[in-house]
């Protein structure tokens, strides 16, 4: 199964933006589905993640702000990202577990400035 992003782009603080992580084959085939992100010179830090039974979990530098949900019948994994800062600015990933190695997707750019 492959993952591939889509709906990065250049946004003023306060905006918003949605994410979309489509999968090739069905998303039940991960455990869990996780955004992470990678800001220039830094590591890639989990941003958010949702398991198949739709638990869900977040950074504290984005509770309140970024939601994150699946649709199953699309095989599509969002995230929903509102008052967007501009230290959000980063590289975003889409990753699917199995419990052995994780599939990731190529990544999307999202850029805060005004």
């Known amino acids: 199964v492959q993952l591939v992003e889509s709906g990065g782009g250049l946004v003023q603080p306060g905006g918003s933006l949605r994410l979309s992580c489509a999968a090739s084959g069905s998303i039940f085939s991960f455990n869990t589905m996780s955004w992470y992100r990678q800001a220039p010179g830094k590591g890639r830090e989990l941003v958010a993640a949702i398991t198949r039974g739709g638990m869900t979990n977040y950074a504290d530098s984005v509770k309140g702000r970024f939601t994150i949900s699946r649709d199953n019948a699309k095989n599509t994994v969002y995230l929903q990202m509102n008052s967007l800062k501009p230290e959000d600015t980063a590289v975003y990933y889409c990753?699917?577990?199995?419990?052995?190695?994780?599939?990731w997707g190529q990544g999307t750019q999202v850029t805060v400035s005004s």
């Open positions: 990753r699917g577990d199995t419990g052995r190695l994780p599939t």
